[in-house]
């Protein structure tokens, strides 16, 4: 009977498990081979190190790097497996510097590549796309473009852990809202939501208009940062259906919405500094109040020392108007339909053939699992296509989550009641639901 032969992955796993403290006889008994083999090649390591583990004997070996010597097989290898985040771009420049290997050839990096790929070692990658949007700024007059932003959250005595999510016209420097967004009671629960920055839109809206352009961060509310090829989230779809374009700044550059960043100081300065507050509502009450006086008395020294409402008197006077009891007639589909037609997402099967995109699932069966997947969407139909150079035939899905209610969230349900009872105690969620209500003029 034939004797089968060890190959270096497996000697390699000889020495790493004896490493580990398992005795000659664990390991034969672990791997299958025989006790003698075991002990051949532990004490080969132990003599001659990573490089004694290679073997000339036996069929000529293949692969990209079968033409070199047996020395710099077992080194790339054993780097590989002791650092398995190196590249080829690594591994080349340490056999380079490797005294031992001088008189030796070397592999190039393109072959150190293909052969991390043969030996299923390269990291899978996945592919970019980016987000269709404008950057730069154009507005002439108030109030076509906002910033928004939440200020780092801070203990208020009696109330608990707040976020203020500013809001601020880009032209005119007024100060729109600040919104105290509760987090906890003794200590951080939460992050602001969706939910929370679309009722700073919608109550802001609500006194001045809506705007052309809204300025953000890449906060994950606004930005699907988790994703290399990140698909537009519902804030942003939202924000399209209403006819705004949501601008999403740079990463690490906070100076880019300078404005709002300075204003977290002055809000801060101007309400919370040495200030006890006994409700939420009187805090908010506080804010709009001390909103007032900084639009109309405080003087902005980039306004020539000027008030934002004595600079710009206009700005007090809705362009577009808004109110939350129209949304659901003013939230047009076509603008969200046809910026989606203009972007393809990549994405990677699940083990069961389910494709995430957008945060809703795609079941698409088991023949997708693990592929790669291109999507794309369809205006014309609102169908969302599937596609895998893995799979032979392309899938087709409706889009899940555009429609009007859907974007607007939990405003939608208030829309289509009479009249809404909110639970006891109050949630964050129903305080809230509260400021909707009281918008809209709904009894609760």
């Given at each position: ?20 403290g ?12 025989s ?13 001659q ?5 290679a ?12 033409s ?6 077992a ?23 490797d005294?031992?290997?001088a008189?030796?050839r070397l592999?190039?990096?393109?072959t150190l ?7 299923g ?38 109330i608990?852990?707040?976020?203020l ?24 629960q939460?992050h ?23 300025c ?9 940062n ?58 908010y ?50 603008p ?9 997402w ?7 053939g ?13 023949a ?9 969407y369809?205006?014309?139909?609102g169908?969302?296509t599937?596609?895998?150079?893995d ?5 087709q ?5 555009l429609?009007a ?8 349900p ?13 949630t964050?969620k129903?305080?809230r ?12």
């Amino acid at each position: 009977m034939a004797m089968k032969a060890t190959g270096l992955q497996e000697r390699m796993m000889i020495v790493e498990m004896a490493q580990a403290g398992h005795t000659d006889a664990e390991l034969a008994a672990c791997s299958g081979w025989s006790i003698s083999t075991v002990r051949k090649w532990r004490r080969r390591w132990q003599r001659q190190g990573w490089p004694g583990l290679a073997s000339a004997m036996g069929r000529p070996a293949t692969g990209p790097l079968s033409s070199f010597a047996p020395t710099v097989q077992a080194q790339v290898a054993a780097w590989a497996t002791a650092h398995p985040a190196w590249g080829p771009d690594t591994l080349h420049a340490e056999l380079v510097r490797d005294k031992a290997l001088a008189d030796t050839r070397l592999p190039s990096r393109s072959t150190l590549a293909r052969w991390r790929h043969h030996a299923g070692k390269a990291r899978a990658y996945e592919r970019h796309t980016t987000l269709l949007q404008t950057l730069t700024s154009t507005a002439v007059a108030p109030p076509e473009e906002w910033e928004l932003d939440a200020r780092g959250y801070a203990q208020v005595p009696d109330i608990g852990i707040i976020a203020l999510i500013n809001l601020n016209d880009r032209v005119s420097r007024m100060k729109l809202l600040s919104y105290p967004c509760e987090l906890g009671a003794q200590r951080a629960q939460r992050h602001a939501t969706t939910a929370d920055y679309q009722m700073t839109i919608r109550l802001a809206a609500s006194e001045w208009g809506l705007p052309d352009r809204l300025c953000v961060d890449r906060d994950s509310v606004f930005y699907d940062n988790t994703s290399k090829s990140p698909f537009p989230t519902r804030f942003h779809l939202w924000l399209l259906a209403l006819g705004v374009t949501l601008c999403i700044g740079p990463p690490h550059m906070p100076q880019k919405r300078g404005m709002t960043e300075r204003s977290h100081q002055l809000w801060a300065q101007q309400v919370l500094d040495g200030q006890t507050f006994t409700t939420w509502d009187q805090l908010y009450r506080a804010l709009r109040e001390r909103r007032d006086f900084m639009n109309r008395r405080l003087p902005c020294a980039s306004l020539g020392d000027q008030a934002p409402l004595a600079a710009y008197p206009d700005a007090a006077h809705p362009r577009r108007a808004y109110r939350p009891e129209w949304e659901l007639e003013l939230l047009h589909l076509e603008p969200v339909q046809r910026y989606l037609a203009q972007g393809h997402w990549f994405r990677k099967g699940s083990n069961v053939g389910t494709v995430s995109l957008g945060g809703h699932r795609y079941p698409l069966g088991h023949a997708w699992a693990r592929a790669n997947v291109e999507i794309t969407y369809d205006a014309n139909d609102g169908y969302l296509t599937f596609r895998s150079p893995d799979v032979v035939f392309s899938q087709q899905r409706p889009i899940q989550g555009l429609t009007a209610l859907d974007l607007a969230g939990e405003l939608g349900p208030l829309l289509l009641l009479p009249h809404f009872q909110l639970e006891l105690p109050f949630t964050w969620k129903e305080r809230r639901l509260s400021r909707l209500c009281e918008t809209l003029g709904i009894m609760t």
